[in-house]
């Protein structure tokens, strides 16, 4: 990196970078040619996954090249937006274009070969494996899924545990019988591994068919392993070439329990 854009050290500094956003929907700006700024709350748990995902997969992710000094006790609320702790970090830019630009454009050869790579990824995922539900760190989650001020004090041991966090979360506003039949779908006996955690067209980039880089690892962490597919269904990204995808990916239990549940119940909490 050159030493004619100095690291911000304030509110304003970062302010200067902010017209070159290359994403409206998303917080990254270009800090300098082929160098790209994340900013916007606490960042510290999206620098510790890409850190330890780095190189581990066969899929490029970013590479953090700086980031503020960790702060000491993480912040209470993930939408306090303070110039301390991980408030901002510097990732090298990778290749290819945003998948949900193209992806409804492909032939089915193309999307048979999204398809397959995802699959891939997925698979290798899986290799990481955990005892405990919760951050790569082997503490709690600390990202939006687990708001403040219901953030979980330190991770848990079973599939059961973590459910039971839900069933108290959604008691607060819901129904209790919606609750038991919304959680009565979801698996007591999932496998925990690493997941992406918003495994969508928006963070997945192309060339072509060609996957060249996974993106906004900020909601990564380990997981039941249903938490991936449910992601991936998300209602709010279904397309025709999505679509297609996801019925070449998700099968077995996961597609019985979007029928059981008719409503697809098993994806609504995430």
């Not at 911000?8 to 790209?36: C, H, M, N, Q």
């Not at 997969?57 to 702790?85: D, K, N, Q």
């Not at 290749?95 to 032939?107: E, Q, Y």
Request: hydrophobic share 35%.
């Amino acid at each position: 990196m050159s030493a004619a854009c100095p690291y911000p050290t304030s509110k304003e500094d970062l302010a200067k970078f902010i017209s070159s956003r290359i994403d409206l929907e998303k917080p990254v700006a270009r800090f300098e040619p082929g160098v790209l700024i994340k900013y916007g709350r606490d960042r510290e748990e999206e620098v510790r996954v890409l850190k330890f995902i780095y190189e581990k997969l066969s899929f490029r992710t970013p590479r953090v090249l700086y980031h503020p000094p960790y702060r000491g006790i993480p912040s209470l609320s993930p939408f306090v937006y303070e110039a301390s702790g991980v408030w901002y970090f510097l990732m090298d830019e990778l290749p290819g274009v945003s998948l949900d630009g193209v992806i409804d454009d492909m032939t089915l050869e193309q999307l048979d070969h999204v398809a397959d790579q995802l699959s891939c990824l997925l698979t290798e995922l899986r290799g990481f494996t955990s005892t405990s539900i919760g951050s790569v760190t082997g503490g709690p989650f600390r990202n939006v899924f687990f708001p403040w001020p219901y953030t979980p004090e330190s991770s848990w041991s079973s599939v059961e545990e973590y459910i039971s966090y839900y069933q108290d979360l959604l008691s607060e506003y819901c129904a209790p019988d919606y609750v038991d039949d919304l959680l009565a779908c979801l698996p007591r006996d999932a496998c925990v591994h690493l997941v992406h955690g918003d495994l969508l067209p928006r963070n997945i980039l192309v060339s072509g068919s060609t996957i060249t880089g996974i993106l906004d690892w900020e909601y990564a962490g380990y997981y039941p392993d249903f938490w991936e597919y449910a992601r991936m269904q998300h209602r709010g990204w279904k397309s025709p070439g999505w679509d297609y995808v996801m019925g070449r990916l998700v099968s077995g239990p996961y597609q019985e329990h979007d029928t059981i549940s008719g409503s697809g119940g098993w994806r609504t909490i995430t």
